[in-house]
């Protein structure tokens, strides 16, 4: 074979040899990684933009629901969750103003909750609620701004909730009453039981008072005690009885920030036995509930005492998850839960309720302006710096600017696939979702990340280890 034949051939090899790198590189630019560009993010502007929209929801809270809870920013009128204001809009949104350094927006929220904030209300409210939101957005609008005012309604508040720890178990009941001090619900779940030593501990630190430490902690301990054999906790238990009403377990809703406030109890505290739970709990949801499929990976849902596999849902609530992979370490699997989450999100040019991960179809298609899918990518980039991270933000924000706002705020969406609004605006947009979009974007001296920790409702609250 000649010379020139000879290199002809070896061309044609190499060619053919390459071919598989060659898809894969054609792959990393198309679609099914949008995020995959050569766009410069410029976080000055983008967080100058979140910043101008917070103010166009703010100013429709003003202009049509002032003092009530929320905006149905549609209707152009308010919602109270329970006929009468506790102000959940304005309390959920105050620490955000002051991080986005909005003071005249900030000065006037604080006149309104001096002057208007009661909680001595003949009402049943939900105690898990009305702690993440208002005990916890209290107690950050302390720690920001060191104005007693705050203190004295979060301490207030937590001793008319107290009454939800009477139980035979310590684990609390759903609803209390305000002014009387009456209880119900004894059928609850994980979430709803394990979501309050972030605030209750914090209020105990500030107050050198332990009893809310000591009850909060106590129903915390008792739920993982009630754990099954392999180690996973159910959907929903009697907190009478101790008893597990379904045994299914998942890390979404209704479990979800049982295991966020394990890991975040142990951060914020330097708390050994939270630290304990912790890393036994997610070696169990990582045994069980991790599942690396054909269309990314994902966590599914199982039975609690066997570990066999139930269903492949996954859903806008169980996006939180990459934060808390991020924030414990875990950032491989933290980045592959992350890149499945995006998929998710541009599955419909915006993110579902929920969906069947095996086969990629949407089962719950509305977006009620969840902020989980935002915060994870937001840990990501600040454990990583790979812009990669900025660029999802700013679909998510783009995102959002193009099917939810209106004229006078942001409406969740009945359906992504059609895009009607379904006229509520709930606080946590403000809380959260506009929060962790622009911390994404602003300088890092807006807040020292290492020093704070956010509860489930974004709610930052300064480490005390």
Avoid at 314 to 322: C, K
Avoid at 333 to 342: F, I, K, P, V
Wanted: charged share 25%; aromatic share 12%; hydrophobic share 35%.
């Amino acid at each position: 074979m000649n010379s020139k034949k000879m290199s002809i051939l070896i061309f044609i090899v190499t060619s053919i040899l390459l071919l598989p790198n060659i898809n894969i590189l054609a792959k990393a630019g198309s679609k099914e990684n949008p995020y995959t560009t050569n766009e410069k993010i410029d976080k000055k502007e983008m967080a100058a933009k979140v910043k101008a929209e917070f103010i166009n929801a703010w100013d429709g809270y003003k202009k049509y629901a002032w003092g009530h809870d929320e905006l149905k920013p549609v209707s152009k009128t308010y919602f109270d969750w329970y006929g009468t204001s506790l102000l959940m809009t304005p309390v959920d949104a105050f620490d955000t103003m002051v991080l986005m350094g909005l003071k005249k927006e900030a000065d006037e929220t604080k006149r309104l909750i001096f002057e208007k904030l009661s909680f001595d209300k003949n009402i049943s409210v939900k105690f898990f609620e009305i702690n993440i939101r208002l005990e916890g957005g209290l107690l950050s609008g302390y720690e920001l701004t060191h104005d007693k005012r705050f203190l004295k309604l979060a301490e207030d508040l937590a001793n008319r909730l107290l009454p939800v720890f009477n139980t035979k178990t310590g684990m609390p009941y759903r609803y209390v009453n305000l002014k009387t001090g009456e209880v119900k619900g004894e059928v609850s779940n994980p979430a709803e039981i394990g979501s309050c030593l972030i605030e209750f501990g914090t209020l105990s630190k500030l107050t050198d008072n332990p009893i809310y430490y000591d009850k909060a902690k106590k129903a915390l301990v008792e739920l993982y005690n009630h754990r099954s054999k392999i180690g996973l906790v159910g959907s929903s238990i009697n907190v009478e009885t101790g008893k597990w009403i379904d045994s299914e377990s998942h890390i979404s809703g209704g479990i979800d920030s049982y295991y966020e406030y394990l890991l975040k109890s142990w951060k914020l505290f330097g708390d050994k036995d939270c630290k304990r739970m912790w890393k036994e709990s997610i070696k169990a949801v990582n045994k069980y509930l991790a599942d690396s499929a054909s269309t990314g990976f994902w966590y599914r849902q199982v039975n609690m005492n066997t570990g066999k596999r139930t269903s492949t849902l996954f859903g806008s609530l169980d996006a939180f998850f990459g934060a808390e992979l991020a924030l414990s370490g875990d950032i491989n699997r933290a980045e592959a839960l992350q890149a499945s989450c995006y998929k998710m999100w541009n599955l419909a040019g915006i993110e579902p309720e929920e969906i069947n991960y095996n086969s990629m179809k949407i089962i719950s298609p509305q977006y009620v302006l969840r902020p989980e899918n935002i915060e994870s990518a937001y840990y990501l980039y600040h454990y990583t710096h790979n812009e990669k991270y900025l660029q999802m933000g700013k679909t998510y924000f783009d995102s959002i600017v193009k099917y939810c706002r209106t004229d006078d705020g942001y409406s969740g969406l009945k359906s992504v696939i059609t895009k009607e609004k379904d006229d509520e605006m709930q606080s946590f947009f403000l809380a959260e979702t506009l929060k962790y979009l622009y911390l994404m974007f602003a300088s890092s001296n807006t807040l020292n990340f290492n020093s704070v920790i956010f509860n489930t409702e974004a709610h930052a609250l300064i480490r005390f280890n």
